[in-house]
């Protein structure tokens, strides 16, 4: 399972990739710094390492997570794989949460923190449903 976490908060990226690791190292976690470099990084020709999970933030510099969702809607049908796009902010905002309901294109929102529990929620999906 390759799961990106898209976030500008270096150190939130770093705990998260450590809480998948404890959870399960088959886990492959990357992460990038902003919607750009992700976006960057989905389209890139040949790109072997797609991920099964994007845990995508919404307040980042150069490029926003939303700004990152409308580019990804108009290049995910060419994609080999279509990854599951989990919104991960610390907005409270009701505004945010119906946006992410309401898009075809985000599988989910959750409120930080991460928990090992949501961890092992996620990933157990994944495993369970044989997707590995």
């Known amino acids: 399972m390759n799961v990106w976490i898209v976030d500008d908060d270096s150190v939130f990226r770093t705990l998260v990739k450590l809480q998948f690791e404890k959870v399960n190292p088959k886990v492959n976690v990357t992460g990038y710094e902003n ?3 992700a976006y960057e990084a989905i389209t890139k020709p040949g790109n072997e390492g797609l991920p099964h999970m ?9 490029m926003s997570g939303w700004e990152f969702v409308g580019k990804y809607s108009s290049i995910r049908d060419s994609l080999d794989a279509v990854p599951q796009i989990i919104i991960v902010t610390s907005s409270i905002d009701i505004i945010d949460q119906k946006k992410a309901e309401n898009s075809e294109f985000v599988d989910g929102f959750k409120v930080k923190p991460i928990t090992l529990d949501w961890i092992r929620k996620v990933t157990g999906d994944f495993f369970d449903a044989g997707d590995h």
């Open 35 to 37: 919607g750009k470099v």
């Open 54 to 62: 994007i845990l995508l933030d919404i307040n980042m510099p150069v």
